[in-house]
């Protein structure tokens, strides 16, 4: 059996062919991959910027619904306060006007009989 020489080298060269090939193509995986990754790291950070800030809005929320619960509060006793004051000026207003009422009849009453006891 002979060898062939040039048969062997032929394969070897094909054989660096793959190799060098094969050696690129990792490379674009990696490239690719740390291109992937760097976008995931800045999507990572971006998420924990919005996190923090969510967790701020929140907090701010709550702090904003207390004081509302508290001013709402505050205004329904004023609601409260000026009806209950409403109505007793009303009975008050009704109770001048019937005393004025009351004060006229008299006046009219005594105005009478002080002229039948001048005659």
Do not use: W
Not at 38 to 61: A, G
Request: glycine fraction near 2%; aromatic fraction near 2%.
């Amino acid at each position: 059996l002979q060898r062939n020489p040039t048969g062997m080298s032929s394969q070897g060269a094909t054989l660096q062919n793959y190799n060098n090939e094969l050696v690129k193509c990792l490379e674009d995986l990696r490239e690719k991959r740390e291109t992937l990754n760097k976008e995931i790291l800045k999507e990572e950070r971006k998420k924990q910027d919005i996190q923090k800030k969510l967790h701020k809005l929140t907090e701010e929320l709550q702090r904003i619904n207390e004081r509302l619960a508290k001013k709402t509060s505050a205004r329904n006793d004023f609601d409260m306060t000026i009806q209950e004051t409403e109505g007793a000026y009303m009975k008050i207003l009704e109770s001048s006007q019937t005393l004025l009422h009351v004060l006229k009849r008299e006046s009219v009453n005594l105005s009478k009989k002080k002229q039948t006891s001048h005659k």
